[in-house]
């Protein structure tokens, strides 16, 4: 039985349309195959690169966020490429530009809107990077000190001395000065006293060396300072500095008030003998 006349023309459409695009596939399947061998040698390349990244950034910090992060960066910034360079090889070059065109319009998007958070995340690799602190050291920024407890790529978590904990943003701690307690080997104490009027000025200085002479963890390299400040109705005003080997602030908390009640428990009992 033949086929009408009226479905012949279609089956000839379908079936010339059929062999074109069969013979546009055997002409561009080299250029599949070379797309596809791109792409996984990029994809190959990426894990490498990837991995290798990790290890090297795991060497200079300990935050494995940032490691992370930096791997997967890495990781598709080579992918995207492999995926570019393929579409090259199969000469769809609009797509190219277009892909790309689309990638810088949706990066300008987000960075408009993820504005903070970005700053946030590049403050958190630059300290991950840079350590101007690390985790268990005492730092003192935006009006908090305390100790780091928490690093993250976002914020970091430092417990107050008195026990609070305050989440602070990477970007104000990384915009503004940071004092780290825990770099230095050593600090200063300082304090002022009042010397009572009937204690000698004289005595009041050797009192005042002796009483801050044993302290515990004195540093005996530096001598110890003493300056008088004022004269006043009640006394006079006298500066006490001396150094520590240690830089922790429940030490130099210890040792300062360990020094004041010395060099006052010294005035007192010299101002006691005179009166008896």
């Given at each position: 039985m033949s086929i009408d006349q009226p479905l012949q023309q279609p089956l000839q459409t379908v079936t010339g349309k059929l062999m074109s695009w069969a013979q546009d596939?055997?002409?561009?399947?080299?250029?599949?195959?070379?797309?596809?061998?791109?792409?996984?040698l990029c994809w190959i390349a990426a894990r490498l690169v990837s991995s290798l990244v990790q290890r090297l950034v795991g060497r200079l910090g300990s935050n494995r966020d940032a490691v992370r992060l930096l791997g997967f960066v890495a990781y598709a910034a080579l992918l995207a490429s492999g995926v570019f360079v393929a579409l090259g090889v199969l000469h769809l070059d609009k797509t190219v530009t277009s892909l790309l065109t689309g990638v810088g319009i949706l990066?300008?998007?987000?960075?408009?809107?993820?504005?903070?958070?970005?700053?946030?995340?590049?403050?958190?690799?630059?300290i991950e990077l840079h350590h101007p602190f690390r985790v268990d050291d005492v730092i003192a920024?935006?009006?908090?000190?305390?100790?780091?407890?928490?690093?993250?790529?976002?914020?970091?978590?430092?417990?107050?001395?008195?026990?609070?904990?305050?989440?602070?943003p990477n970007k104000e701690i990384f915009n503004k000065p940071v004092v780290n307690y825990s770099s230095a080997s050593k600090r200063r104490v300082n304090f002022e006293i009042k010397v009572p009027p009937e204690v000698d000025l004289d005595d009041a200085l050797k009192l005042a060396r002796d009483g801050?002479?044993?302290?515990?963890?004195?540093?005996?390299?530096?001598?110890?300072?003493?300056f008088f400040q004022s004269i006043e109705d009640t006394g006079t005003k006298l500066l006490v500095r001396f150094w520590i080997d240690s830089a922790d602030e429940?030490?130099?908390?210890?040792?300062?008030?360990?020094?004041?009640?010395?060099?006052?428990?010294?005035?007192?009992?010299?101002?006691?003998?005179?009166?008896?």
């Open positions: 596939g055997l002409l561009i399947l080299p250029n599949l195959v070379i797309a596809v061998i791109v792409l996984f990066g300008l998007t987000l960075g408009f809107a993820l504005q903070d958070v970005a700053s946030n995340l590049m403050a958190g690799l630059l920024t935006n009006d908090f000190v305390g100790r780091v407890t928490r690093i993250t790529l976002r914020d970091t978590e430092i417990a107050q001395l008195d026990g609070q904990i305050v989440i602070v801050v002479s044993a302290i515990d963890r004195r540093d005996e390299r530096h001598e110890i300072e003493l429940i030490e130099y908390l210890r040792a300062r008030s360990t020094a004041i009640q010395r060099v006052k428990g010294s005035f007192d009992r010299r101002y006691h003998a005179q009166h008896a």
